[in-house]
């Protein structure tokens, strides 16, 4: 259930903002809400159980953590349900390089068995690694750590006092979030409409899409992302929209055709996918 969920938030991150930040330490919470309050309802029903250990809470976040892993490391975000028919149709039939034919539409089987045989490359890939980073090396291994000493917490005389506080501040900042997306729901008659772009810079510069969008899923990554990636990302924007995308639009019916759509990959849309790629890999 918790795995379920997380899914749901890493593949909204992963649609919107294309980062996702690790969900270790919120995992373990959850974990130790639910099994903490399952065996709590367990006793006072009289039923036996076994005290709630250390071990599971780690056994609990760790698979919930793999299945949101899968949703995003599967390619779900990104490049897995590009392959179908008409993603081809609309990036060009006739485009050099678009072999015909080469499309592949979802289905059940084969997604399994290619998430299947994702994961278990990844599991033969990082057991090695980090049994030489992390136990040889003896690297600091920042998620872990926190989650661990997190785990470690919650399992002590004061644990339940620490995991009552977290849970107040955990609905207190979801509750903000909510309530404010409700409001820019009212104001929102569009995709390019209210506070999810804003013309912060002018109307001029909103042209070349630089605007604020209020949405806290920004200003939560953000906030978790270190100064380092958050202006790499503001360099990156001014350099590729403000000074690339316009001094390439003035190569139209040169370097791409003028008829191309704004989406086509023929035109200056296809520069800015590879340039994006390019980047990533």
């Known amino acids: 259930l918790i795995g379920v969920v997380y899914t749901v938030i890493v593949m909204k991150l992963s649609l919107t903002t294309g980062l996702v930040p690790t969900l270790n330490v919120s995992a373990a919470l959850l974990a130790f809400l639910a099994l903490r309050g399952w065996t709590h309802a367990l006793h006072r029903l009289g039923i036996a159980c076994r005290p709630f250990t250390r071990q599971e809470n780690t056994v609990v976040q760790t698979c919930a953590v793999a299945c949101y892993t899968i949703g995003f490391g599967g390619g779900f975000g990104s490049f897995l349900l590009g392959l179908d028919k008409k993603t081809y149709e609309l990036s060009g039939v006739n485009t050099p390089g678009n072999v015909p034919g080469s499309y592949k539409d979802p289905g059940i089987g084969w997604m399994m068995g290619f998430l299947l045989a994702i994961s278990f490359v990844g599991l033969l890939t ?14 600091t291994y920042p998620s872990g750590t926190a989650t661990a000493v997190l785990i470690n917490g919650f399992h002590t005389p004061q644990g339940d006092k620490n995991a009552r506080q977290q849970v107040r501040g955990f609905l207190k900042y979801f509750g903000i979030s909510f309530f404010w997306s409700f409001f820019q729901w009212f104001y929102t008659g569009g995709d390019v409409c209210g506070f999810l772009q804003f013309p912060t810079f002018g109307l001029k510069a909103w042209k070349q899409t630089f605007f604020f969008d209020f949405s806290l899923t920004y200003v939560g990554a953000g906030m978790i992302c270190s100064h380092l990636v958050n202006l790499s990302l503001l360099f990156g924007a001014v350099l590729s929209w403000g000074v690339m995308w316009p001094l390439m639009s003035k190569q139209e019916g040169k370097w791409y055709s003028a008829k191309a759509s704004a989406s086509s990959m023929s035109g200056l849309y296809g520069y800015k996918v590879c340039v994006s790629v390019c980047v990533c890999y």
């Open 126 to 139: 990082l057991l090695p690694l980090r049994k030489v980073l992390v136990i040889d090396y003896k690297l």
